[in-house]
């Protein structure tokens, strides 16, 4: 006790996190050998009717702990990457249980790194993302948003107009979107004759708005509706100190953290921890 009251804040907070990270790991651990004491029905030797009673007492599991244990094991029986990883105990179960819904034989390997790199919240993002890109018929999605344009009055008696004229009101709308395009196109081909050679990191305002005026304040990635919170550079910015904002995009979080998990190594990303 003496010795804990002579440590400084930033001390006892480390111990903290040091300890708390030790104690998942293991925990971790714990958990991956459930199914092999199920197999046995090794919990009998300890005089325990269940393996969930031997988890709650050995370990401090809840019941939905055990059984998703033994869940994920079995669902991983095939997918040799991922279980070793489960069985390493250092990744959260949590992680684990968000991809096995998507694992297969086939894409093991990729998601077990996925795990490594990305965080909780970007894991769930890139498992949905993925879901919906399998999606067959994604017209019905768009179809479920047709009314959601909170068209206004002035706006929907001026289309009316229109049609009224004759005018195909899909054709009038098709052009002024084309012509937005080019017009930021060309906007962005003249911000990019003009832009200085850069070595700072610093955004240029008129590239930002340009962005802006392309992507809104949105994520870049389609259906993603999160608020972008970083503009990232397609080319990495380390190699291409350049502000061509024809290779920026502004992503959310998660995005953000999925698009540099593509070009960036397991291993630098644990050096940093
Ligand atoms: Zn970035
Ligand atoms: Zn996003």
Redesign the pocket.
């Known amino acids: 006790m003496d010795h804990m009251r002579g440590l400084s804040d930033r001390e006892l907070l480390a111990q903290c996190v040091k300890f708390g990270r030790e104690a998942l790991l293991w925990r971790n651990k714990f958990r991956a050998l459930l199914p092999e004491v199920e197999r046995r029905r090794l919990y009998r030797k300890k005089g325990y009717k269940s393996v969930y009673e031997f988890g709650e007492r050995l370990a401090g599991l809840s019941m939905a702990q055990v059984a998703e244990s033994l869940n994920v094991a079995e669902r991983l029986e095939d997918k040799p990457a991922l279980k070793d990883l489960l069985e390493s105990g250092e990744v959260s179960v949590n992680k684990i249980v968000r991809v096995v819904s998507i694992a297969t034989m086939e894409n093991d390997g990729e998601l077990a790194e996925k795990v490594q790199i990305l965080s909780l919240s970007a894991l769930k993002t890139y498992v949905q993302d993925l879901k919906l890109d399998s999606m067959v018929d994604q017209t019905s999605l768009v179809q479920e948003e047709i009314n959601e344009y909170g068209l206004k009055g002035e706006v929907i008696q001026r289309l009316r107009e229109l049609k009224e004229k004759g005018i195909d009101v899909n054709e009038a709308l098709l052009e002024f979107l084309n012509q937005r395009e080019e017009e930021i196109i060309q906007a962005k081909d003249h911000i990019v004759e003009e832009l200085p050679e850069s070595s700072s990191r610093y955004i240029p305002t008129r590239v930002k708005n340009i962005l802006k005026q392309e992507y809104g304040t949105s994520c870049s990635v389609t259906y993603c509706r999160k608020p972008s919170g970083?503009?990232?550079?397609t080319r990495r910015?380390g190699l291409n100190p350049s502000h061509n904002p024809n290779f920026m995009a502004p992503?959310c979080k998660e995005h953000?953290q999925i698009?540099?998990s593509l070009d960036v190594k397991v291993t630098e990303i644990r050096m940093k921890k």
């Open positions: 970083n503009i990232h550079h910015f992503l953000h698009a540099h």
